[in-house]
């Protein structure tokens, strides 16, 4: 075993945690953590991941992943860029197939408009047809007096037969609009803390909406109240990453942490303060609407 594989462990039995637990935490194939921890680098599938699985166990088990990259560089295999493989260069096509595929090209941008045209037709032509309809019934309607002069009825209307005015019918007020309630207040109350996990409850609005946002690199994963994963997907997130969740159909959500400190969560803009200072933790939320 390795001076680096042996302080990793170390860090790792500090944590309480198997090979088991550090794979579910760092989602890192067990053989593959095994590997580090022995100084076997032969089954890595490259350089490139034994520096990145080297990072990702340190964080997870507490410890700087620079300092430690550094303190055992002499253990830690240099990356190795692989050489680029020429490529060959595709047949240069010929006269004929760069005509029809040429024309095609054109037919296919020239379609759409000629489509576009005939429908601008089409409507022009159905709203002519309803104006002339429209036209000629108000002709119809009209009534012509002897003299044959259209005669306009609505010149009778609020007269009597004194052809004195008639005055306007009292308009009905509309009615006065209810106002709508007000959306209820929310309240989080932490249920209990056992070991690292803290259980809170949430009442409020049935409408929810939790955010994750990091300052520094962590681990994680939420999952609801039937295992789904919420997150798309669950990862080491860095500073200034953020994830919005829609929590209103989850009746419970189940945030893991690998590292707390730079990570913080909220619902509907109301920050989540956590119950206990531990570096990797568990957050369950148990939602109750109120109606």
Known sequence: MSELGTRLREARVAKGYSLEDLQDVTKIQKRYLAGIE??????MPGTFYVRAFIKQYAEAVGLN?????????????????????PTMAAPTPSRRETFSRSSSNR??????????????????????????????????????NDAGVQYDESNDEGQDGDGATEEPADVEEEPVKEEEPAQPAATLSVVGTQGETTTYTWSGPETR????????????????????????????????DSETIDLSTAEQVRVRLGASGNVTLSINGEPIEYAVDLITQNIIIQFTDVQ
């Open 38 to 43: 022995e100084g076997n680098y032969s089954m």
């Open 209 to 240: 909406e939790m955010v994750i946002t990091a300052s520094g690199a962590s681990w994680v994963s939420a999952t609801d109240h039937n295992q789904a994963e919420l997150m798309s997907p669950a990862r080491t997130m860095q500073a200034g």
């Open 65 to 85: 992943p620079e300092e430690i990259l550094e303190q055992y560089k002499s253990e830690v295999p240099e990356t190795v860029k692989e050489p680029v493989r």
């Open 107 to 144: 037919l296919g941008e020239v379609m759409p408009m000629i489509l576009v045209g005939l429908f601008i037709v089409v409507i022009f032509a159905v709203a002519w047809f309803f104006y002339q309809q429209l036209q000629d019934g108000d002709s119809a309607e009209t009534p012509v």
